[in-house]
């Protein structure tokens, strides 16, 4: 497993912000042990050939969700390891990290290690702790972030990103072999969200660039760590070698070690994006004078917008009282049905 200097900032907020998707309210009686067994079997697999897109190291990050019980469905299912008191949290990648993935696998084109040839596993035991997660699984998500570069050491990083990342989520797990059940041949994936794209024609990748500023109006920036920004694509679907669709998306923090101690705190940069519909979460946090969080947030706003190029604006101010932090922006996306406009919640989102 890579040493992931960011885990602690970058990929906890993606993670805490996909709880809006798959954590309903009023059910924390239920845990894991809850979850019926839906087929027998030594795991679930993806069938994932891997990563084949230039000269680029980075990671996978693998979510599991369970349904079947209560309020979680296959759409909205209960994932373990984004509860920290669930019995079968030491299973999970980092048991003492509140909020993370079931496992994090690596890949690296430049060396060639881009393949996991028998695939990605969901297994019934890890750490020495039976979950059966194997027997249970209904829903995989896949994460995969590309690093800045291929140097020992390097993360995901938006803003110096050469790529972007991107999300596949799998539902049916149709094939035994082997003693366990995998879902269809998926092939390898060979886009990326890329800087390339910025100027290609027609325009494949875009981004959202802007400043984060106190107060209601310019000039005195956010606080150091206070902001979280994340965007996942609604629209404009890839697919692998093999027809799996997925789609781009980012996630950011004012602070923390994807945001280095050279950059201006109060800038910010989604970076490369698929041109498409995004559903992007901004979340406000308390922080003390040296940038620790003093809870959870104190305000959150989901946006819905369309990013058709690169340098699209969207400066924040997170002291405004009016919806959404008072932005309004000329990409604004057109309303969908039943909603006032593009700011779509404000203070909760669902």
Known sequence: MLQLAFKHVTLVFALVLLISYFRPVNAQAINSNSFPVIRNGNFTAVDFKGVIVGNVKGHVGID??????????????????????DPSK??????WNPVYYYKVESFNTAIGFSTFPYGIFV????????????????????????????????IYKPRQNTYGAVRMSFY???????????????????????????YSNP??????????????SGGTPAPYNSVDIAYFGESALRSTTNGQPYVAFSSISNGGTNWSQQETYWYYTSGPLYVGRYLVYIDKYQVDAVGNRQGPPIRKVRIRLDISQPGEYLTLYMDHPAKCFGWSNPYIAPAYPGEVNACVSDSNYP
């Open 172 to 198: 049916s797990f149709p094939i035994s072999a082997n003693g366990g059940y995998y879902t269809n041949n998926i092939g390898h994936l060979t886009d990326l969200p890329s800087i390339n794209g910025y």
């Open 64 to 85: 599991v969700g369970l349904y079947g019980v209560g309020p979680y469905t296959t759409q909205s299912p209960y994932v373990p390891c984004h509860f920290p008191t």
């Open 203 to 216: 325009r494949t990748s875009g981004y959202i660039n802007g400043y984060l500023y106190a107060g209601t």
């Open 90 to 95: 030491n299973g999970c990648a980092e048991p």
């Open 123 to 154: 297994d019934n035991v890890n750490n020495d702790v039976t979950h059966n997660f194997g027997r249970k699984v209904g829903y995989v998500g896949l994460e995969i972030y590309p690093h800045f570069s291929t140097a020992a050491g390097s």
